[in-house]
Structures are given as C-alpha cells and as structure tokens.
C-alpha cells in the first residue's frame, strides 16, 4: 500500500507526506500538468527549479502520440521525459468521453484518434496495461465522466464508473503480481513471442481491440512493480450520488482516490466536505483538473484534497493572462508597454526576478517564444508556490487567516 504520513490536521484540512519510489510530495501540493509528458513551454528543469514536486501525464494522449511502446521502449515516463520526480497518470478518460462519436459499452469506449481518425478501444484493463508500460508511481481508475447533466445519466456513469473499478482493481493486482514474479523484465502473455528488436511490437490491446483475441493481450514490459492505484469517485454535482460513490470507492483496495468530474465554484465546497467526510483518512486524495482559480486550491485544501492538477495555469500565461496577488492581468494589454516593474514585486520566479513587464509585452506583441515561456514559468510558479504557503499555513495554524488576506485581495477588482 501506498505511503502516506498525516503530520498535522485542522478540520478535514490536512498536511502530509505521500512516499513514492520516485521520492516524496509534501501535502497539501499542486502537480504539473505534463498532459504529454511535458508541460507547455517548460523543461523539465525549469519545473523542478520552480518548486514542482510531482506531474501528470494524461494516458489517452500518450497512446496516440508516441504511443505506449515508444515510452516503454525508453525505460518509461520518468527516463523518457527525464523527470526522475513522483509521477502521476490519469486515465484518460476526461479527455475521451470530451470526444465526438464516442461509442461507450460495457466493456469500454470506442473512439478516433483526433489527429489521424484511427479507430481505438479502451478498457478498465487495458487502460491499466498501459499505465503501467508508462511506469508512473500513480494510476487512476478508467472512470466514466458522463457529458448530461442529467440526475439518471450521472447516476448510470456513476454505477458504471464502480463496475469499471472493480476490474481496474483486478487487473492491476493481477500487473503487481506479475512484476514482481518476473523482476522488472520483460512480462508477455502466454504464448506470445518476446519483441526481437526494438522496432518490433506485438498487438496491443488499447489499440483497434477488436482486432485482438483476449488471449492475444499483451501488457507489455513491467518497470517497477512499486505502481499505485487511485480509485476515481463521480457523481456531478449530486451530493447524494457523490456519497454513494465516496463510500464505494472507499470499500475497495486501493492507494488513494482521485476527485473527478467538472466542479462549479457555489458547489465545490459542500461536495467535498462530503466526499472526504467519508473517504478513508489514512489515504491520499488527489482533486483532479481543477486548479486555475486560486479559490480552487483555498477551497480544495480546506476540505481535505492533498493534490492538484490542472492545465490552466500555463495556458492561461501562453495567452498572457498572468497571476498577480491582485488578480490577474493581461500583459498584452497597452498600460503594459511602458511599466518596468516586475510582474510580481515579491515574487522569486526567473520572471519577476529578471524581466519587466514592459519587457514580457514587447514579447507578446512580437509574438516570441520566449514570452511563454517566461509566462509559464511565472504563473506555473504562482500556484505550486500558493499550495505550499496554504501547507505551511495548515500547518502553523493560520489558514483561515492567510485565506481570507489572499482571496480578499486576488479577488478585490
């Protein structure tokens, strides 16, 4: 089982640690968003020097482009990417069920690639198979995220969701077990040959599945047999089905749980004072996707999320919508042109340490790479560094105070 040390605790908010094979992520924390094992417009020693602790990487879009054996073929995420850090994958399924034309069955989805239009299949087990051949410390659940808003559609995503849990459970077991029996090495199906070159793969089975018999799947190569599982609890923004789904999730032999769905800002606060009301204390509890308002990461932390993830940050600097303790702003905006302050005065990013805003304007307006970069770096550096004073003030009692000074002033205009 998982690791997981609560140092201190103020309500359901909590500090921690959560030990993985690649090291320690201290808790409350926000995790990068390496959506294709890289998050935009940084290196990965540009995330470790701006205090990230731990990634994600999002499955669906590793099966299309490189594709799982590329990644496996590497030595996995953390040698292909050269993140030796924690590591997380998602499962993909946000991003599936977001597609047009999805065919969703019991068994699994079917869908095209959006860049080709290739014909796939994902399972709860071969969605398993391929996070493991992507060798992250942390897997979630293949879950489904129903697109209705619908109290009966939620709930058949819900139930289908659980059933779907219950064979990601099994399947991930049953890689466990055959890690460690095979030792790291390379772990084939019965009767398949093992690749004799790099370049040579046999079927795999989250691709055009139905061209595969079950007896034919291939899990491919086993990088560590230290590989955990998140249960993923749905629900919408029904508390009494997110209830059902917190106690089933919390009923199964897992390492953790991930939060998922899609959040409103008026509702967020009493779903998850009910989910992690209920939800094991001694397990970590990861809210997926949300983190582009800073009230997210104020709220999440408060009823007892211990990390985060989301794309918004560096998407929203890519634009030029940067963070500011005063809100955000636009750096493209004419004001700009002639402000050589930094961005943030008491901000210790490359950014503001080195660059003003006159500077980051002309970048923007010139449309240099350099402008996201910069950006980037500055508002991934905003959040990671907001989760770690909300940490810092669980943990010296101040929370509600430093909350209510921060929300106050972010939120002022």
């Known amino acids: 089982m998982l690791k997981f040390d609560i140092e201190h605790k103020d309500g359901l908010a909590r500090v921690g640690i959560i030990h993985t094979p690649h090291g320690d992520i201290k808790t409350p924390a926000f995790v990068g968003a390496a959506t294709r094992a890289t998050v935009k417009a940084l290196t ?18 590793l099966i299309l482009r490189p594709g799982i054996e590329l990644i496996e073929e590497a030595g996995g995420l953390a040698e292909f990417s050269s993140w030796h850090k924690p590591t997380f994958t998602d499962s993909g399924g946000f991003q599936i069920f977001s597609l047009p034309n999805v065919k969703i069955s019991e068994n699994g989805v079917k869908f095209k690639s959006h860049i080709d239009g290739a014909n796939f299949e994902l399972t709860p087990e071969s969605s398993m198979q391929a996070q493991w051949a992507i060798g992250a410390d942390i897997h979630m659940a293949f879950d489904h995220l129903a697109k209705s808003d619908s109290y009966a559609d939620m709930e058949e995503a819900m139930h289908r ?16 077990e055959k890690a460690a029996s095979e030792s790291g090495q390379n772990a084939f199906s019965e009767g398949l040959p093992e690749r004799s070159s790099a370049r040579t793969s046999a079927p795999r089975p989250w691709r055009r ?7 034919e799947k291939v899990f491919g190569q086993i990088l560590s047999r230290e590989q955990y599982l998140y249960a993923v ?12 789904s917190a106690r089933y999730c919390a009923g199964k032999d897992v390492d953790g749980f991930g939060i998922g769905g899609v959040f409103t800002a008026k509702n967020m606060d009493e779903m998850l004072k009910t989910v992690n009301s209920i939800l094991p204390e ?18 999440g932390a408060e009823y007892g999320c211990d990390t985060f993830d989301c794309v918004g940050p560096t998407r929203m600097a890519r634009n030029g919508s940067l963070y500011t303790k005063d809100g955000r702003i636009n750096i493209k905006n004419a004001k700009y042109a002639h402000d050589f302050k930094p961005l ?46 909300i940490r810092e003030s669980i943990m010296d009692g101040t929370f509600q105070d430093y909350k209510n000074a921060f929300l106050s002033r972010y939120y002022a205009k």
């Open 44 to 61: 990965m020693k540009e995330m470790n020097e701006l205090g990230s602790q731990a990634i994600l990487a999002n499955t669906y879009h």
């Open 161 to 176: 969701t659980h059933r779907w849990l219950d064979r990601c459970v099994t399947e991930h077991k049953r890689l466990r």
């Open 209 to 215: 599945a139905e061209a595969t018999r079950p007896e």
């Open 233 to 244: 609890v749905q629900g919408g923004t029904f508390n009494d089905l997110r209830a059902e």
């Open 282 to 299: 001694n397990k970590p509890r990861h809210l997926l996707g949300m983190g582009q308002e800073p009230i997210d990461l104020f709220v």
């Open 344 to 389: 943030m005065e008491d901000c210790d990013c490359e950014c503001c340490k080195n660059y003003t805003r006159a500077y980051l304007h002309h970048l923007f307006r010139t449309d240099e790479i350099t402008a996201k970069v910069l950006a980037s770096i500055h508002n991934e550096h905003f959040v990671v560094s907001t989760v770690d004073h």
